[in-house]
């Protein structure tokens, strides 16, 4: 499996495992259960879905920013160190 944007992958499988409920008042509610944290609420399912995204990339962004260990999704590590390359290599 080749990545091509590990950030953009991530957030789509991690996307892809949300669930959603329709709550008492109309409203509704998603989360990710691998993403401890991840929940959002929404007037309508899409506004559900489009914070969900926003709350997740934010959530990704300072685990990193902190070192936590967030979860593997789909074979996709986001805690491995980065490899750097010289320049010259290119």
């Not at 499988?13 to 669930?19: G, K, P, Q, R, V």
């Not at 008492?24 to 506004?47: H, M, Q, W, Y």
Request: hydrophobic share 40%; with cysteine; glycine share 6%.
């Amino acid at each position: 499996m080749q990545i091509k944007y590990i950030l953009s992958e991530y957030v789509e499988n991690a996307i892809s495992e949300a669930l959603y409920d329709k709550l008492e008042d109309g409203t509704f509610s998603g989360v990710i259960p691998s993403c401890k944290g991840v929940i959002a609420f929404g007037n309508t399912l899409r506004e559900c879905e489009e914070e969900l995204r926003s709350v997740l990339e934010d959530w990704i962004l300072v685990g990193l920013k902190l070192k936590h260990n967030l979860p593997v999704i789909n074979g996709i590590d986001l805690n491995r160190e980065p490899i750097s390359e010289s320049v010259e290599s290119m």
